[in-house]
């Protein structure tokens, strides 16, 4: 079975920044994407920004120019790097992996920005 374990969430000021980070317990294989979902209280979890392993990356429109995906196959690790953090990116963030046959999910970290 394999784990995702994610860590860096924490508490911020806005225009702070926060790096994440997600590493599966094993090597993982046939990925598709690797990618961060949040949710927010009261609100549908979202895509925050994902690597198909056909290359390129996706970002949500919130996001784009703030935060930055990368990932390191060696380590079986995927970043999210976070910058000019605002209150409304509060939430808890969640790393996903999704193969040909199963899609797994980390437990999730807190994020909160400050105003």
């Known amino acids: 079975q394999v784990q995702l374990m994610e860590s860096g969430g924490g508490l911020v000021q806005a225009g702070g920044s926060l790096r994440l980070s997600c590493a599966a317990s094993?090597?993982?294989?046939?990925?598709?994407?690797m990618g961060w979902y949040r949710q927010a209280p009261g609100k549908q979890r979202e895509l925050v920004a994902r690597?198909?392993?056909?290359?390129?990356?996706n970002y949500a429109g919130s996001v784009k120019g703030r935060f930055t995906i990368s990932r390191d196959n060696a380590k079986n690790t995927v970043y999210l790097q976070m910058n000019s953090l605002k209150p409304e990116d509060t939430a808890v963030y969640y790393c996903?992996?999704?193969?040909?046959?199963?899609?797994?999910w980390g437990q999730g970290t807190q994020v909160t920005v400050s105003s």
């Open positions: 094993r090597n993982i294989a046939s990925i598709n994407s």
């Open positions: 690597i198909p392993s056909g290359g390129g990356t």
């Open positions: 996903n992996v999704v193969t040909t046959y199963i899609s797994y």
